[in-house]
């Protein structure tokens, strides 16, 4: 959306003005009251897969995959906890530390599903890795290092015909492991990771795990399309597993785009540049964490020739980062060679307009009404310790059509109005444009804004 189409705003009514005080209080105080949550915990409702320890990979560059995070403004990285002398095991101990001291948190998953006759073995084992190793590196406290630990990935997805049982049984000993350790037992433990396309006779296979997770945890892919679709159901399927959950934690999400279209919905680049943001605030309203995977893709050489010789040569798994590769080899793809994709850009424009690093606080409700919105439009309200409310808004609608043909989708704005219980300045702004605001205007107690595609952003105050 071009920047002149967010000039035209809304004036309060001459009438209203000569209206005496009394009048105005009152029709201010009618105004709904919105409650509104902690600007920053946005930024802790996002999170971002990583392969620090697979050390034949780019992710072997590990101080640039740290300067990466660090300069897209993630709080929480997902993966893995390895154990032994392993080089993989030393890099991940060195990034683990090291991005601790800038405050970004693990969310550790632990031990394979193949684990499972010897779960206690192998979740002790990482407790006591642990306590051993990190905690007196961390001053004590390992909570400055880890967020949460997670159970096996994808546990209906290993080809085990007895993953529901063994499943179970892993996510014990992870319990059991972590609540027994004096270093870890203050750790929320979520549970075991499901496929994106878990079914109802699935999670009720795996059964209640609740005596057993702090949190609910599974995968969903968005095949493509607008992120807000299918996380209510999603979340319906797995209550089955996790009915008393308070926090959600889905730690794989996302979009792919690769140009071959033969397996899966792949979209271009710029899609997912818009889908991604708009999905952080889709799960953070649902006051679940939106784990993307991943932040890096593999090198791939593609033959371009025809659709039929994209689809034999492209390897669909190398094209779920968020930094693309420019060279065809491991060897070649040095940092200097990376490519940040437009994903990249607007969600850290987004994480930084968020960020509000501070002590816990109660955010004020905010008296506001919004018309003129339809079926489709979505709402979030958030507030910094400066007082500023931020109003998010966005809309439940597709924007590209798959590869193949990866068209663009016409998306026509429609305007809404914010009425305000006081008057406030406010600034606009589209994270997938600018970090910048593209409107600001001075005080008044009515706004017009329009809302197409993009998620828009707008601060009161």
Not at 122 to 151: E, W
Not at 170 to 199: C, E, F
Request: with cysteine; hydrophobic share 35%.
């Amino acid at each position: 959306m071009l920047r002149r189409d967010f000039l035209t705003v809304g004036l309060t009514s001459m009438a209203s003005a000569a209206l005496p005080s009394e009048t105005v209080h009152a029709a201010a105080t009618a105004l709904p009251r919105m409650q509104a949550r902690m600007s920053d915990s946005i930024c802790e409702s996002y999170l971002v897969n990583t392969k620090l320890f697979f050390k034949d990979t780019v992710y072997g560059h590990t101080d640039a995959v740290i300067n990466l995070l660090e300069d897209l403004g993630v709080r929480i990285v997902r993966e893995r906890i390895t154990t032994g002398t392993s080089i993989g095991t030393r890099k991940q101990q060195h990034a683990m530390l090291r991005m601790a001291k800038h405050g970004i948190r693990w969310h550790a998953t632990v031990g394979n599903l193949s684990d499972w006759r010897r779960a206690d073995q192998v979740n002790r084992d990482v407790m006591r890795h642990l306590a051993n190793y990190y905690k007196p590196r961390l001053d004590g406290d390992l909570s400055a290092m880890l967020h949460s630990f997670g159970g096996c990935n994808e546990i209906d997805g290993q080809g085990d015909g007895q993953w529901a049982k063994h499943g179970r049984i892993m996510q014990k000993a992870l319990w059991r492991a972590a609540k027994g350790n004096a270093a870890t037992r203050h750790i929320p433990v979520a549970g075991p990771s499901t496929r994106t396309d878990i079914t109802r006779r699935r999670a009720s296979d795996l059964g209640d795990l609740s005596a057993w997770s702090d949190w609910a945890n599974g995968h969903i892919y968005n095949r493509g399309n607008s992120p807000t679709r299918e996380i209510d159901e999603h979340m319906r399927i797995l209550r089955r597993c996790f009915p008393d959950a308070k926090r959600w934690i889905f730690t794989e999400t996302g979009y792919n785009d690769s140009p071959q279209d033969n397996l899966g919905f792949t979209v271009p680049k710029e899609a997912a540049a818009i889908y991604v943001v708009r999905g952080i605030c889709d799960f953070f309203k649902r006051n679940a964490i939106y784990g993307r995977f991943e932040l890096l893709d593999d090198p791939d050489a593609i033959d371009y020739s025809t659709q039929a010789t994209i689809n034999a040569t492209a390897d669909r798994n190398a094209h779920f980062g968020l930094v693309a590769m420019t060279k065809n080899t491991i060897s070649e793809a040095t940092p200097d060679t990376w490519r940040k994709k437009p994903e990249y850009q607007t969600t850290r424009r987004f994480l930084h307009l968020m960020a509000d690093r501070g002590r816990s606080f109660s955010p004020d409700p905010l008296r506001l009404e919004i018309s003129g919105g339809r079926k489709d439009l979505q709402r979030v309200l958030v507030q910094k310790r400066n007082g500023r409310h931020y109003l998010l808004l966005w809309r439940d609608v597709d924007v590209y059509t798959h590869y193949p043909d990866a068209d663009p989708i016409p998306v026509n704005p429609y305007t809404v109005t914010l009425r305000l219980g006081t008057q406030r300045p406010s600034a606009v702004f589209v994270p997938r444009q600018d970090d910048q605001p593209v409107a600001t205007h001075p005080p008044r107690s009515r706004i017009r804004v329009p809302v197409g595609k993009n998620l828009v952003v707008v601060r009161l105050g």
